[in-house]
């Protein structure tokens, strides 16, 4: 394994770089103020001026659509090459988005990618790749613990030449967006299939179609996330044609799984870049501050609480750069014990240094928006695309299958632990014969 970036790669990274310096570090702060300073105004659910402006700057500068490798639209980059980019878009709350690079729309424009046909390429890819409409997708429920997906209740029948859904979703992202025009929405459509994976499909649904509604918001943590927007959304016999059906019924967790994978790449590097950008805050922070008599940056407790954030990040990095080679040269059913494993360790570690980062700003780090939102992100993420738990579960069941066989160095008898120089392991110690 390399993971040298290659000339063109590092070419793009100290052009986001720079982009991040110029552009979307100095306009935090109004993104910030203009989305959620008044989070009961009407006015939260409008796309935002200034982020619309850095998008087209974005765009200029040919900094778009890099992580889809298939598309002619895309960069052409393996989930090894974008994953240093994604990594610095992560340090920043809105940098994904301005750089077209966001989810849930990233793993959007991917199943349309690889599983739309050209009619559905045209109608909803063509305009989500240039950046004139939104999308979400309505996989979660409320009723039902939607960590199984196979528990996804939402019933989509087949009724002459439409489809016709019917169903509660929850968490939708990105549906309060008022550009968000298609909803890539997961359901039953065959209950008795006999493979428990064979029963559900993914359908595109119109956002505008008769008999969908948003019932609410809801917030992450307190935060309304506007205008992007996490939604409970009514299906009340919606209709749409046959032809929006994707792939063909019951091939719904095939997409899922194909869905899944690099964006959970995505993911995980996001979480790299903004708890990197936190332990540099740290380390500025200590290097500042006076507290009984010296820095706190000579504090011991400080000190190993840096040393292990280093160690857990590069450790974190390195897990998750694997995935994505490994996803490149061998696919995602071979990678899949290594996303899971990345899944449980990047948005944890994450999490831990963030909320390090908050302790050392003290009662200032709960009034720095940087450092709370990047908290609710990695928080989030260890639900987001399957809870911890899942993916822990997951990974053992791999484990114990690995070695479920024989072991290799056991050639009978006395295991050759147990023997020391030719003497009897119980006459050694003779308290273990008695």
């Known amino acids: 394994m390399d993971f040298r970036p290659s000339d063109r790669v590092a070419d793009l990274q100290g052009r986001i770089e ?4 110029e552009h979307i570090y100095p306009s935090e702060e109004a993104l910030f103020r203009d989305a959620f300073s008044q989070p009961d105004d009407f006015r939260q659910w409008r796309p935002l001026a200034l982020l619309e402006d850095l998008k087209a700057q974005a765009r200029r500068q040919g900094l778009w659509n890099l992580f889809l490798p298939e598309s002619a639209s895309g960069a052409g980059l393996t989930n090894l090459e974008y994953a240093p980019l994604a ?5 920043s709350w809105w940098a994904p988005e301005v750089f077209n690079c966001d989810a849930p729309n990233t793993g959007n424009m991917e199943v349309l990618e690889r599983y739309g046909t050209e009619a559905q390429k045209q109608q909803w890819l063509e305009p989500l790749l240039d950046g004139r409409i939104r999308s979400a997708f309505a996989m979660t429920e409320p009723a039902v613990a939607s960590s199984d997906a196979t528990n996804i209740a939402t019933e989509i029948r087949r009724d002459g030449t439409d489809y016709v859904i019917n169903g509660r979703k929850w968490w939708t992202s990105g549906a309060g967006d008022p550009r968000c025009k298609l909803l890539i929405t997961m359901g039953v459509s065959n209950r008795d299939a006999t493979a ?3 029963r559900q499909s993914m359908i595109l649904v119109p956002a505008d179609a008769p008999g969908v509604r948003i019932r609410r918001y809801l917030p992450i943590l307190g935060v309304s996330d506007a205008p992007h927007g996490h939604m409970e959304t009514i299906f009340d016999n919606v209709r749409v044609p046959a032809e929006n059906m994707l792939l063909g019924e019951g091939r719904g ?3 899922a799984q194909g869905r899944l994978g690099p964006g959970r790449i995505h993911h995980c590097m996001r979480m790299i870049g903004i708890a990197e950008r936190a332990l540099e805050r740290v380390c500025r922070r200590l290097g500042n501050r006076v507290a009984f008599g010296r820095p706190i940056a000579e504090q011991s407790v400080w000190r190993q609480r840096i040393a292990r954030a280093r160690c857990d990040l590069e450790q974190a990095r390195l897990l998750t750069l694997k995935a994505a080679w490994m996803m490149d040269t061998a696919g ?3 990678a899949k014990a ?3 494993m990345i899944k449980i360790v990047a948005p944890r570690v994450a999490s831990e240094i963030i909320d390090m980062a908050i302790q050392a700003f003290g009662g200032g780090g709960f009034a720095d928006t940087v450092m709370t939102m990047a908290y609710v992100y990695a928080r989030t993420t260890r639900v987001a695309d399957g809870p911890d738990e899942v993916h822990a579960d997951q ?3 791999f484990e114990l299958a690995r070695h479920a066989g024989r072991d290799p160095a056991h050639t009978g008898g006395t295991p050759a632990v147990m023997v020391a120089q030719g003497k009897d392991y119980e006459r050694s110690f003779p308290m273990a014969a008695e």
Do not use: K, P, S, Y
Request: aromatic letters at 8%; a positive charge.
């Open 87 to 91: 990594e610095i878009m992560g340090r």
């Open 338 to 340: 290594e996303i899971a």
């Open 332 to 334: 995602n059913r071979v």
């Open 196 to 198: 428990r994976h064979g």
């Open 253 to 255: 967790f095939e997409i």
């Open 18 to 21: 720079r982009f991040m310096t």
């Open 395 to 397: 990974l053992a069941r």
